[in-house]
C-alpha cells in the first residue's frame, strides 16, 4: 500500500515543482518590482501543493480504507 501513497506523492511533488516554475516565472514577470521572483515562486508553489493535497485526499483515503 505505501507503493500507492508514494505514487501519489510524487504526482503532488511534481505539481508543486511546477507551480514554483510558474509562479517564479509569473513572479519575473510581473512582480520583478515588489518582490524577488522566487518569493513568489514559493508562495505559488505552496498554494499549488496545498490544492494539490486537497485534491489527493479522497485517492489516499481510499487506499487506506480499503474502498475502491
Known sequence: ???EIT??????????GI???I???IGW???SDTMEPWQFGL?????????G???????ASRLF???S
Open 1 to 3: 500500500m505505501s507503493k
Open 7 to 16: 505514487k501519489i506523492l510524487a504526482v503532488v511533488a511534481g505539481i508543486g
Open 19 to 21: 507551480g514554483f516554475a
Open 23 to 25: 509562479g517564479t516565472l
Open 29 to 31: 514577470l510581473f512582480l
Open 43 to 51: 508562495i505559488f508553489a505552496l498554494v499549488v501543493l496545498f490544492l
Open 53 to 59: 493535497l486537497l485534491g489527493a485526499a479522497p485517492l
Open 65 to 67: 480504507t480499503g474502498r
